[in-house]
């Protein structure tokens, strides 16, 4: 009987504690142990239990492997019901406080990632697209806009060359040294505005920009979907969103040399993400670049 294969599944205060934690967070093996404070034999045992019941999903990522409650199914019906339940017990609230730490704390690393390399950025960025010219591609399609802004500006060589197209530009970096280096670029010029903040918390108005772009920043984050419903929110109806990310790929080299989070985003997904931060996607063109990748432009609009 499929409901006795989930409550057996359930039926463990450890993998309870799971399954409360991976309904709000993705996470890597590494991350879960830090915030359970259990080995990692043990931590695997459990995921592994929870997997094949249908409860969890394990998403693999080149050497690495990500752990979700599972979206959809009669897996995810059951843990929509039980969900409820568990929303009392102190323990699982403790457990939800201590997986939002272990993300700042990510996401504090990659912000210090950054500030480390942002004096190379610019050459390091040439050494995975060569001939390709990304920014130019992007500007193409986000020109004639009131309001355009790039959401992870990096040293903001792409938000100046947006400046040239549109009548105000915002970027938007939580790295203060790539800001910085952003801030030498325009001295100042009262039609860019840099703001420091997060992607999923961006430091916008609801409906301020009439163009958005996010380009190679969304492999960085542990919630890419969250980021896309935040471009959303600050972006007018009718707006345009231009997305540049990896495909999916499994070259390991990118996370340990360039600090991605993960090895790009298959098509499917990011088409998927899109759809449910409420963009409606109108193109999509695919770039051949180096070191094995391919860059998808994706191009949406806010309905
Ligand atoms: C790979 S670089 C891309 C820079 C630029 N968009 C480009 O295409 O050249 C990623 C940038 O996103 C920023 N970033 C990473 N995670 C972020 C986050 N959670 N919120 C805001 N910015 C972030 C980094 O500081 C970095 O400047």
């Keep these: 009987m499929e409901i006795l294969k989930y409550c057996k599944a359930l039926a463990d205060e450890t993998r309870a504690r799971l399954v409360n934690v991976l309904l709000r967070f993705e996470l890597n093996v590494g991350e879960i142990v830090q915030l359970m404070e259990m080995g990692q034999s043990r931590i695997s045992r459990h995921l592994k239990i929870l997997a094949d019941s249908g409860l969890v999903e394990c998403r693999r990522d080149g050497l690495w492997a990500f752990y979700r409650a599972s979206d959809s199914g009669p897996g995810r019906n059951f843990l929509d019901g039980v969900a409820p339940v568990m929303e009392g017990e102190a323990v699982f609230g ?21 500030d480390s390399i942002a004096d190379d950025w610019d050459r390091l960025n040439k050494e995975v697209l060569g001939s390709m010219d990304l920014r130019g591609e992007i500007v193409s399609r986000v020109s004639g806009c009131d309001v355009a802004a790039d959401l992870g500006c990096g040293t903001g060589e792409l938000l100046a060359l947006m400046a040239q197209k549109s009548r105000t530009v915002i970027g938007v970096d939580s790295s203060p040294k790539m800001l910085e280096l952003a801030e030498d670029r325009f001295h100042g010029d009262a039609r860019v505005s840099l703001r420091i903040g997060e992607l999923s918390f961006l430091p916008l108005r609801d409906w301020e920009a009439d163009c958005v772009v996010v380009s190679l920043v969304l492999h960085h984050l542990a919630r890419p979907l969250e980021a896309l419903v935040e471009a959303g929110r600050v972006l007018k109806t009718g707006g345009r969103l231009v997305v540049a990310e990896f495909d999916k790929h499994d070259n390991e080299v990118m996370r340990t040399e360039y600090g991605d989070r993960q090895l790009g985003i298959a098509n499917r997904e990011m088409r998927g993400w899109l759809e449910k931060a409420g ?16 860059v998808i432009l994706y191009e949406a609009v806010r309905l």
Excluded: C, H, P, S
């Excluded at 403790?94 to 950054?114: C, G, S």
């Excluded at 963009?279 to 391919?294: C, D, I, P, S, W």
């Design 279 to 294: 963009f409606e996607v109108r193109e999509q063109t695919e770039y051949k670049v180096n070191m094995g990748l391919a």
């Design 94 to 114: 403790q457990d939800l406080a201590r997986a939002a730490k272990v993300i700042r704390e990510r996401m504090a690393q990659t912000r210090q990632f950054f």
